[in-house]
């Protein structure tokens, strides 16, 4: 009875507590480097706060998606036994092939990033909103708000997506990896 608990209630849950501390310790690096873009962009060009986060968290996400798109290429790469070797005569490729595989990659990345950006501003919008009650009820630092508001909003994300739309982690490695745009 006590260890059907333990092992339904009590592990699970800090299962789910772990899996966003480990969410929440990147996300919080990449958010306070988003509130420097942020500041720079609102500056620069005079936007608006959804706008100037708009685009703060499109930057910060290209690169993100470039890497997690040519990391399985550079590993294979690596891998290989024939890495560096010249391609067979019938696998060779022309100038123009190989100009249309980097344009066709750079521009499917670049909309991945945008649609993922996209899809990101609920969660933007949410720690916000957590970060802006945070400071009204505590009284401790500035950064120590901040990271729990995004360890709030890492928890909240990993509720939804692991109970409402198991779907999404599927969705994201298909749209990263195998999808046409």
Known sequence: MALDLVSGYILPIIDILVMSIKVAV?????????????????????ASWIV???????ALLVPIVFALYLLPYYSGY????????????IMQMTFLDLAM???????????????????????????????????????VPAIANLFIAVFIT???SWLLILFV?????????????????
Do not use: C, H
Not at 79 to 88: D, L, R, Y
Not at 115 to 129: D, G, H, K, N
């Open 78 to 89: 690596i891998g290989s036994p024939i890495a560096g070797m010249p391609a067979p005569d």
């Open 154 to 156: 890492a928890l909240v």
């Open 101 to 139: 595989a980097v344009i066709s990659t750079i521009l499917k990345n670049i909309l991945s990033a945008l649609l993922f950006a996209i899809l990101l501003m609920p969660l933007v919008f949410f720690a916000s909103f957590v970060e802006e009650k945070l400071r009204e009820k505590l009284k």
């Open 26 to 46: 990147p996300a919080f690096l990449l958010v306070l480097a988003g509130q420097r873009l942020n500041k720079y962009i609102k500056e620069k060009l005079k």
């Open 52 to 58: 100037s986060v708009f685009i703060s968290t499109f």
């Open 165 to 181: 739309f198991p779907w999404i982690i599927d969705a994201v490695f298909w749209k990263l990896y195998w999808s046409e745009f």
